[in-house]
């Protein structure tokens, strides 16, 4: 059974900084796409970032210079580093996977309808 964990979540100031970690048990397959999700309060779920299997990777605009996803394939953990944090940024983040697609298709418009398996979502508060 798949099962993924976030944690890292917090509150900071604006322009402060945040690392949030995903870890991923029972995903078994080497072609992948994982990626970082967010919802903010009354918005629909959105894609921040993306990695595939493939090497591909992206970002959705409006986090792009201060965003940056990572994986750790020894730990089998996901990792997003958030820098310059904005108000605008606070959001429930969550992490996902599934088989493998382009990175492009997490920022992709509702692209969180591919992927079945996430995490229970990590929050994220940025004040100003």
């Known amino acids: 059974q798949v099962h993924l964990e976030e944690s890292g979540g917090g509150s900071v100031q604006a322009g402060g900084s945040l690392t949030l970690s995903c870890v991923v048990s029972?995903?078994?397959?080497?072609?992948?796409?994982m990626g970082w999700f967010r919802e903010a309060a009354g918005k629909e779920r959105e894609g921040v970032a993306g990695m595939a299997s493939d090497g591909s990777i992206a970002y959705a605009d409006s986090v792009k210079g201060r965003f940056t996803i990572s994986i750790d394939n020894a730990k089998n953990t996901l990792y997003l580093q958030m820098n310059n944090l904005k108000p605008e940024d606070t959001a429930m983040y969550y992490c996902a996977t599934e088989g493998w697609r382009p990175a492009s298709m997490v920022v992709a418009v509702n692209g969180r309808n591919g992927f079945g398996y996430w995490g229970q979502g990590a929050q994220v508060t940025v004040s100003s």
């Open positions: 029972g995903y078994s397959y080497s072609d992948y796409c």
